[in-house]
């Protein structure tokens, strides 16, 4: 549905039926139809889309304008601002959302911030994932920085453990105390948010350290990683799904994109099972250590795959 259409279906109804003034009934029917659009871009789209949380969207200057510590809503609203992040005042001001969460309201307002140019790599810094460690580097140098699965983990069995115990028939607290339940949403709330905030942190550092070192980032494709991981033991396949590939790879991109740093995906079959030397196939010598049977080549299976990912995105960066 376009802006036009939905501005002749609802602009009458919300300034008639409920007395709202014009831009905020503008504002409405703009907030209904980008949450349709996101819903229907989705290939694997569920339930109709509700809202969950009361939220308005303001356009700059004749929604919200903000002057003097407060922020001026359309319709005579003035609110203080107790805080705020001070390091995008210099950037334009956008149009921001208003959102009422656990009885404090937040004002979030987009910036338009250039984007920094993208400098010329002199070689890449390769990302290898694993559910134990992120192991960045090259044929030069190698770092790995621990996940937060294990961390998440714990949570997310505490929330098991409640719900397996109170799920049962001998417990009528499950269906009469509140409690339980919210206990269980904040472990498993907990979980996600200790994931959330590891993604952001070290694809900040991953980028950073590219800068530094003028290195273009290469990762792998692991878009369709989930269809891969139906024949894993279930501990490991958890693991796994909970580190969320998708959201850390979102991430390691953000930041690139943010810092100019050049980001390059490459197949990622094989990175960790073929010899970067010969391209024979490796075999196992020990805990996670694999050997080429051909040229004798032994290394850790994740310096393998960093290996492989560097040579990958070496032949791709002369499309850069």
């Given at each position: 549905?376009?802006?036009?259409?939905?501005?002749n279906?609802?602009y009458n109804?919300?300034?008639?039926r409920f007395?709202?003034?014009?831009?905020?009934a503008?504002d409405?029917y703009r907030?209904a139809?980008?949450?349709?659009?996101?819903w229907?871009r989705n290939?694997?789209?569920?339930?109709i889309p509700?809202?969950?949380?009361?939220?308005m969207?303001?356009a700059?200057?004749?929604?919200?304008?903000l002057?003097?510590?407060?922020?001026?809503?359309?319709?005579?609203?003035k609110?203080?601002?107790i805080?705020?992040?001070k390091r995008y005042?210099q950037?334009?001001?956008?149009?921001?959302r208003?959102i009422?969460r656990n009885g404090e309201?937040y004002?979030?307002?987009?910036?338009?911030?250039?984007k920094?140019?993208k400098?010329t790599?002199?070689g890449?810094?390769?990302v290898d994932?694993n559910e134990?460690?992120?192991?960045?580097?090259n044929t030069e140098?190698?770092?790995?920085f621990e996940?937060a699965?294990e961390?998440?983990?714990?949570y997310?069995?505490?929330?098991?453990?409640?719900?397996k115990?109170?799920?049962?028939t001998?417990?009528n607290a499950?269906?009469r105390?509140?409690?339980?339940?919210?206990?269980?949403?904040s472990?498993?709330?907990?979980?996600k948010?200790?994931?959330e905030?590891?993604a952001k942190?070290?694809?900040y550092r991953i980028?950073?350290l590219?800068?530094?070192?003028?290195?273009?980032?290469?990762r792998?494709?692991?878009?369709?990683?989930?269809e891969?991981?139906?024949?894993?033991?279930r501990?490991?396949?958890?693991?796994?799904?909970?580190?969320?590939?998708r959201k850390?790879?979102?991430w390691?991109?953000?930041?690139a994109e943010?810092?100019g740093?050049p980001?390059?995906i490459?197949?990622p079959k094989?990175t960790?099972?073929?010899?970067?030397?010969c391209?024979?196939?490796?075999?196992?010598?020990g805990?996670r250590v694999l050997?080429?049977?051909?040229?004798g080549?032994?290394?850790?299976?994740?310096?393998v795959?960093?290996l492989?990912i560097?040579k990958?995105?070496?032949?791709?960066?002369?499309?850069?």
């Open positions: 549905m376009s802006l036009g259409r939905a501005h279906l609802l109804i919300l300034r008639e007395n709202l003034l014009s831009r905020i503008q409405c907030e139809l980008a949450i349709a659009r996101s229907l290939p694997r789209r569920g339930n509700k809202v969950k949380t009361l939220r969207r303001l700059r200057g004749s929604g919200y304008r002057k003097e510590g407060c922020v001026e809503i359309v319709g005579g609203i609110l203080r601002i805080g705020w992040d005042d950037y334009e001001s956008r149009e921001a208003l009422y309201l004002l979030m307002v987009s910036k338009k911030i250039p920094p140019a400098y790599p002199r890449i810094l390769a994932i134990r460690f992120i192991v960045v580097g140098f190698e770092q790995r996940t699965v961390g998440a983990l714990h997310k069995r505490l929330a098991e453990k409640l719900q115990r109170y799920s049962s001998r417990y499950w269906l105390r509140r409690g339980v339940r919210e206990r269980i949403r472990f498993h709330k907990k979980a948010n200790i994931i905030d590891w942190k070290i694809s980028a950073m590219a800068k530094q070192n003028q290195l273009a980032i290469a792998e494709d692991l878009t369709n990683l989930i891969n991981l139906r024949e894993l033991p501990d490991h396949k958890v693991a796994l799904l909970m580190l969320s590939y850390l790879s979102f390691i991109d953000w930041q943010k810092h740093a980001a390059i490459v197949d094989r960790s099972t073929t010899c970067p030397r391209r024979g196939r490796l075999k196992e010598n805990y050997k080429c049977p051909k040229c080549f032994e290394a850790d299976r994740d310096t795959a960093v492989n560097e990958r995105a070496l032949s791709k960066m002369g499309d850069l």
